[in-house]
């Protein structure tokens, strides 16, 4: 049996330059900015294609690509939020490194625009970023959107409910979630109510 013997150990910073989009749309100023975290696996142009009838709503669209490619034999295969085969300690870190990202990304856009509130819109696998971000950061959102699926609880402060008690959710599910000139407008009602 060989011996080894570690003689360095460390860490190495890398950056992962991850695209955006903003859009405008009708009257922008004084509506909300809608931020969409991109379903799993697809990459922004297909992002932008799916949610195409939502971009009607007044008010501003930033769309956000997840930052993490998903390679396979055949190469890269879409994106994803958080890398593959995580414990559970490393989950948590990256979901809080996204969530810095998304920060980032939105405090540098809201000095540039007149946005009345923010809404956050998930998908199924962007779900759980985006429960992770709105528990941590619930100052941050004003309404959440969740297509097929439901906000994961597991990161909010039990001992303070009143950090979440101005968080408007609607949950879309089955022929309510796709997305659809109809549902463009059932969100439309939601928002302005």
Request: glycine content about 6%; overall charge negative.
């Amino acid at each position: 049996m060989n011996e080894f013997e570690v003689i360095l150990s460390g860490k190495a910073s890398f950056s992962i330059e991850v695209p955006y989009r903003l859009y405008k749309s009708n009257e922008p100023e004084g509506q909300p900015l809608f931020v969409y975290l991109q379903e799993s696996g697809l990459d922004l142009s297909k992002l932008e294609k799916k949610i195409q009838p939502l971009l009607a709503l007044s008010g501003y669209h930033l769309i956000i690509q997840a930052p993490y490619p998903k390679i396979t034999d055949h190469g890269v295969e879409g994106y994803q939020w958080i890398p593959e085969k995580q414990g559970e300690q490393g989950l948590t870190s990256s979901r809080e490194y996204v969530s810095e990202f998304l920060q980032e990304v939105i405090d540098n856009i809201l000095p540039h625009i007149k946005a009345s509130r923010l809404v956050l819109i998930g998908w199924e696998a962007s779900i759980n970023q985006l429960s992770y971000f709105c528990a941590t950061r619930p100052h941050y959102i004003n309404e959440l959107i969740l297509f097929n699926g439901t906000l994961n609880r597991i990161w909010m402060d039990e001992n303070n409910p009143e950090k979440y008690k101005h968080l408007r959710v609607l949950g879309l599910t089955g022929k309510d979630a796709e997305i659809k000139e109809k549902v463009a407008e059932t969100i439309n009602l939601w928002i302005h109510r």
